[in-house]
């Protein structure tokens, strides 16, 4: 009797399987008749962590507006955000990077939406009273060039390197724009900023970068050259480390993504959201950097 | 569906629908297998077949230069480093819990089987149950502060990310070696203990090595747990990409070179690739456990 209840349960839950999938398929195919009507469907934007939490803010505030529409937002980094959008299973892919830097993308397909943009600052440990680097200097400490700092005007502690990981974004656009692509020396990597942070308030002598919506005055940050990292003296063009967040679509965008990536540049976003989230809006910018690094006046 | 089966040809009683119900559940994990296996050896073998990097070069090279230009020399995915890495921490970590898995196995079958089992079992069981994030992050907030304060170096070290691990591979070997030493015949040890010996030397040299397979089978296991080990000693290791000199210097494995990297690189790239091949690398290095653990039982342990 026993034995006969548990293969009753497992036919059921047999059952019920069957019915679920048969419930996903007839969803699919609701979601494409819909799409023929104005605004309704649904999108996936996919990618860069560093704008995850503005394209999932933006997409709340797109979709209590637009009832039938549905911006899913994942994570999952630059790399997969490129590679999903490239072979169409994503309809957004989100980077930090242009495209043309990104190995094994194929950039002519896509089209470039330059969403806000990113600074970096270099933080260091609090206990050091190092104010200013010069950008050499920033080089040599990187490079392990300068191992104390006390060759730098500092106390005399050993230099302590926390990078992000190789393929990080955040990374790239440090390395390119503050080091002068020079090739950094081996140090502690992390995964996420956070932890980056964390490392750096509690490690002696240590020095590494974040984004500066990671800044929580817990880290020092260091002026380059005399000039502060600060959201002024980015969009002034005078404090060059920062990069653009992409949102790239395979030709030009149409239906649901068009209408997000033009809600993303509305005054909502840009004057709003993005301030709020630490950004800065890529409208406010006075420069403008194509993927090669050249820079020029608006 | 349910009335079909009921209605049908044959009963619920009958014998087919379990027949059905258990030959698909193990053919779907065959198939899982399979497939699994099947896609990671194709992915990691692009590195070499696609991107033409020699297997020798990939394992024996320490440079993992996967961003670096043509013209500077790149990209050189050489992975020892990150090997070197697995292997020392998960050895050191097997070395280090081993012999206390053994001692808390001993103490909880022979020493003090009523209150040894009734509070030694349930919270070694749940050390098995913390997730390992849990794990990395007391190791991250307690253990890398204390060996920074009282060893020197930075505290992401090599004996950071061991000690975490030992912890966390405890709870294997010691469940592994109870069943062992709980399912030796009550002989054994009543024989030892009639011929005189004591309670010590019975489980020396009686019961110990009679369980020499649940040994053997905990050790592998756990030591195969460590090397896939990735989150909990990623965090505490520092994931420096450079040959560590001494047990306080950061290091890096395979697994946390894996995980830090794969989001961010495009799939088909040679890097992307590359972190393919050291997914393979670990895939084979676990069928080698299995395939030692084959062989040590087959040869036979006693009473299992």
Not at chain 1, 109 to 114: C, E, G, I, K, S
Not at chain 2, 14 to 28: M, V
Not at chain 2, 155 to 162: K, Q, R, T
């Amino acid at each position: 009797m026993k034995k006969w209840k548990v293969m009753m349960a497992a036919v059921i839950c047999l059952a019920a399987l069957v019915a679920l999938a048969g419930c996903g398929g007839q969803d699919v195919k609701q979601g494409a008749d819909n799409k023929a009507q104005q605004l309704s469907g649904n999108i996936t934007a996919v990618g860069s962590t560093a704008i995850q939490p503005l394209a999932e803010q933006a997409a709340t505030q797109f979709m209590a507006r637009n009832p039938n529409a549905k911006v899913v937002v994942q994570g999952g980094g630059s790399g997969t955000g490129l590679t999903q959008v490239s072979q169409g299973a994503a309809d957004i892919g989100n980077s930090d990077l242009f495209a043309e830097e990104k190995d094994g993308i194929d950039a002519t397909q896509l089209v470039d939406h330059q969403i806000c943009v990113v600074g970096m600052a270099a933080v260091v440990n609090p206990a050091i009273t190092v104010d200013n680097l010069t950008k050499q200097q920033l080089v040599d400490i990187f490079t392990g060039k300068t191992t104390n700092w006390k060759s730098v005007g500092g106390p005399d502690q050993k230099v302590v390197l926390v990078n992000r990981p190789k393929a990080s974004g955040t990374r790239a656009v440090f390395k390119k724009n503050a080091l002068g692509d020079a090739e950094e020396a081996a140090g502690i990597e992390e995964d996420s900023s956070g932890t980056v942070r964390k490392i750096i308030k509690e490690t002696p002598g240590a020095i590494g970068y974040l984004a500066l919506s990671y800044l929580d005055g817990s880290v020092k940050t260091v002026s380059l050259d005399g000039v502060a990292p600060t959201k002024e003296n980015i969009t002034a063009g005078k404090y060059l480390v920062w990069g653009y967040e992409h949102c790239y679509t395979k030709g030009n965008p149409s239906g649901v993504a068009d209408a997000f990536l033009k809600y993303l540049m509305s005054d909502d976003v840009q004057k709003n959201l993005i301030p709020q989230l630490g950004y800065i809006p890529s409208t406010e910018m006075k420069i403008v950097r194509d993927a090669k690094g050249n820079i020029k006046n608006k | 569906m349910k009335k079909s089966f009921a209605a049908g040809a044959f009963s619920l009683n009958s014998e087919l629908p379990g027949k059905i119900l258990t030959t698909g559940a193990a053919f779907l994990a065959i198939i899982s297998v399979i497939t699994i296996v099947g896609f990671i050896t194709v992915k990691g073998m692009s590195t070499f077949v696609v991107n033409g990097v020699s297997v020798k070069e990939f394992l024996f090279s320490t440079s993992w230069w996967p961003d670096r230009l043509p013209e500077d020399g790149g990209p050189q995915v050489g992975v020892l480093v990150f090997i070197f890495g697995s292997v020392v921490i998960a050895m050191l970590a097997v070395l280090f819990s081993a012999p206390l898995s053994i001692i808390c196995a001993v103490f909880m079958t022979e020493i003090a089987p009523s209150w040894g089992q009734r509070f030694l079992q349930p919270s070694i069981e749940l050390l098995a149950g913390i997730p390992s994030v849990v794990y990395g992050y007391i190791g991250l907030s307690l253990l890398v502060p204390f060996i920074r304060n009282s060893f020197g170096g930075l505290g992401f070290s090599i004996l950071a990310g061991f000690l975490v691990l030992s912890i966390m591979i405890l709870p294997t070997i010691v469940s592994v070696l109870t069943d062992s030493l709980r399912s030796l015949p009550r002989e054994y040890k009543e024989a030892a203990l009639a011929l005189g010996s004591t309670r010590w030397q019975a489980i020396r040299l009686v019961l110990l090595p009679a369980a020499r397979s649940g040994v053997i089978t905990g050790i592998v296991l756990g030591l195969a747990r460590a090397f896939g080990e990735a989150l909990a000693v990623q965090m505490v290791i520092g994931n420096m990409r450079k040959m560590p000199m001494t047990i306080l210097d950061p290091v890096i494995t395979l697994t946390s070179a894996i995980t830090m990297d794969m989001g961010n690189t495009p799939m088909g790239s040679l890097w992307n690739n590359a972190l393919w091949s050291m997914g393979l690398f670990t895939l084979m290095m676990s069928c080698f456990f299995i395939l030692v653990l084959r062989l040590t039982l087959r040869k036979g342990g006693v009473a299992r």
